[in-house]
């Protein structure tokens, strides 16, 4: 075992850590719940229980009050993010789904938080390319397709203010991005974290978060 590789995370551990983070809040829960329950060949793509409070103290560490989610699905992770923002924050959420985000809008209507996001159904580089091209967003959250990845960090990059913060999820693939016979959204993501690694506008770290976690500061 690798020097530092000292913590095998059992799923009693995993437990553990859930148990000693912020609880979620009832509506999280339920979007969760629901998720699994009506969508259960696609429920795996919903960022895990321990990114919710991870993106929450995020979102307030940034002190920021515009968000970017590039990848909303049934609207987990844009819950927390929104129930994080002050009340004149704004997220806006990109997906191409209808379907999906409608699980989302509601769950942010029951939690009270709807009026803070602008959920824009589109290919995400087409509503990154409307926004403002000056610096202004403060934390964005990366979570689509992987083979676009990198188009997505390239609009959001110059977008972001000074200091502010990008997390990239599923950075690890699932261990695929060892392979190098990968191919499609693994290869994606390869391409991505060589990509970020080279990046000098902006400090980045990766993190084995859940699926593999990046989170970069704008220099
Ligand atoms: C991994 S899921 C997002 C999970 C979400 N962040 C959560 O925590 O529940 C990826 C989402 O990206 C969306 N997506 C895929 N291609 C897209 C594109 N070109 N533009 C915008 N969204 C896209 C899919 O519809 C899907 O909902």
């Known amino acids: ?37 009506r969508l259960p060949d696609h429920a795996g793509m919903q960022s895990a229980e321990e990114q919710a409070p991870l993106l929450a103290f995020l979102v307030r560490l940034a002190g920021a009050r515009h968000v970017v989610e590039v990848g ?36 942010w209507t029951r939690a009270g938080v709807a009026h803070k996001v602008d959920l824009r159904i589109a290919p995400a580089v087409e509503t990154l390319r409307a926004m403002p091209a000056e610096p202004h967003i403060d934390f964005a959250y990366l979570d689509a ?29 699932r261990g695929e991005v060892l392979n190098p016979a990968a191919t499609g959204p693994a290869a994606g993501i390869q391409r991505f974290n060589e990509h970020v690694r080279r990046d ?17 500061r704008k220099r």
């Open 1 to 37: 075992m690798a020097k530092g590789n000292t913590t095998r995370i059992t799923d009693e551990l995993y437990g553990y850590m859930l148990a000693h983070n912020p609880p979620l809040a009832p509506v999280q829960r339920e979007l969760v719940e629901t998720t699994y329950a």
């Open 72 to 107: 909303t699905f049934t609207g987990f992770s844009a819950l927390a993010m929104a129930l994080a923002l002050p009340d004149d924050g704004r997220l806006i959420a990109c997906d191409v789904s209808e379907e999906w985000t409608a699980y989302g809008r509601e769950a």
């Open 145 to 173: 397709d992987k083979d676009n990845y990198i188009a997505y960090w390239e609009e959001l990059v110059p977008r972001m203010r000074q200091n502010g913060l990008i997390a990239a999820d599923n950075v690890l693939f």
């Open 200 to 216: 000098e506008r902006m400090d980045t770290v990766m993190l084995t978060v859940a699926d593999g976690l990046t989170l970069a």
